[in-house]
């Protein structure tokens, strides 16, 4: 099976130490490779303010990874992990590769037209002259 | 003057080119010509502004950039309000969803 791309994001209390963090983090990544995935990036937001309450809480520290894996255990330990974890008070798992290929799809599809009519540079003013002929007799 | 503004809504009817008035530029026309007839309402253009961008992919993780499509109380605004293209409502509203989910643009506002 093909590799897959995921995004993770998930929110953390805003009172967590820093030390707790990199745990949780570590031990996502633990399991990731466990399940024979593979976490490409981790990026820390950090704290930044909710749309709206979360478990009474307007705050909260954002951490976004990104990971392969090309099966879909990866995904399902991690949420369940993320799930009992007590400092975890949110989190979102989106897969991205099939956006992505759409992305490329169209990149592709565009260079090719770009490629194919590059003289295209009519002249569009044409219907102007007609205009004020027909407007001339009238005054 | 009135034979004018006849003509002005024949061209106008087929489509075609339109006698320029006097001195009016492009888009520029007075309210002058609004008695008689169809109102002539000078509508602007509204393009997407993905399709300006000339984007292939909406970010749902750049709440800053989805801001603009939803209202106050955090309902997403139609097409016909924006003027984005079918296409990229179709992408938009997905991301706008995805950064609802993870508290980066609200459901509904809070009171």
């Given at each position: 099976?093909?590799?897959?791309?995921?995004?993770?994001?998930?929110?953390?209390?805003?009172?967590?130490?820093?030390a707790?963090?990199?745990?949780?983090?570590?031990?996502?990544?633990?399991?990731?490779?466990?399940?024979?995935?593979?976490i490409?990036?981790?990026?820390?937001?950090?704290?930044?303010?909710?749309?709206?309450?979360?478990?009474?809480?307007?705050?909260?520290?954002?951490?976004?990874?990104?990971?392969?894996?090309?099966?879909?255990?990866?995904?399902?330990?991690?949420?369940?992990?993320?799930?009992?974890?007590d400092?975890?008070?949110?989190?979102?798992?989106?897969?991205l590769?099939?956006?992505?290929?759409?992305?490329?799809?169209?990149?592709?599809?565009?260079?090719?037209?770009?490629?194919?009519?590059?003289?295209?540079?009519?002249?569009?003013?044409?219907?102007?002259?007609?205009?004020?002929?027909?407007?001339?007799p009238?005054? | 003057?009135?034979?004018e503004?006849?003509?002005?809504?024949?061209?106008?009817?087929?489509?075609?080119?339109?006698?320029?008035?006097?001195?009016?530029?492009?888009?520029?026309?007075p309210?002058?010509?609004?008695?008689?007839?169809?109102?002539?309402?000078?509508?602007?253009?509204k393009?997407?502004?993905f399709?300006?961008?000339?984007?292939?992919?909406?970010?749902?993780?750049?709440?800053?950039?989805?801001?603009?499509?939803?209202?106050?109380?955090?309902?997403?605004?139609?097409?016909?309000?924006?003027?984005?293209?079918?296409?990229?409502?179709?992408?938009?509203?997905?991301?706008?969803?995805?950064?609802?989910?993870?508290?980066?643009?609200?459901?509904?506002?809070?009171?």
């Amino acid at each position: 099976m093909e590799e897959r791309l995921y995004d993770l994001i998930f929110i953390l209390r805003p009172d967590t130490p820093e030390a707790d963090i990199d745990k949780v983090i570590s031990t996502l990544e633990h399991a990731a490779t466990e399940k024979g995935g593979k976490i490409d990036s981790v990026n820390k937001w950090g704290r930044k303010r909710m749309a709206y309450r979360v478990q009474k809480l307007r705050e909260g520290y954002f951490v976004y990874m990104v990971i392969r894996s090309s099966h879909g255990e990866v995904v399902k330990e991690l949420e369940r992990r993320l799930k009992v974890s007590d400092p975890v008070i949110k989190y979102l798992t989106v897969r991205l590769d099939e956006e992505l290929k759409r992305q490329d799809k169209l990149k592709r599809h565009r260079e090719r037209r770009a490629a194919r009519r590059p003289r295209k540079t009519a002249p569009p003013a044409p219907a102007m002259p007609g205009a004020e002929q027909a407007a001339a007799p009238t005054v | 003057m009135a034979e004018e503004n006849a003509q002005q809504s024949y061209g106008g009817g087929g489509g075609g080119p339109r006698p320029s008035g006097p001195g009016g530029g492009p888009g520029g026309r007075p309210g002058g010509p609004a008695k008689r007839g169809k109102r002539n309402f000078v509508r602007k253009k509204k393009v997407c502004r993905f399709c300006v961008d000339k984007a292939d992919f909406i970010d749902y993780k750049k709440a800053e950039i989805l801001a603009p499509f939803i209202q106050e109380r955090g309902k997403i605004l139609p097409r016909r309000m924006t003027g984005t293209c079918a296409r990229h409502q179709r992408w938009l509203t997905v991301a706008i969803k995805r950064a609802q989910n993870i508290a980066l643009l609200p459901f509904a506002a809070e009171l």
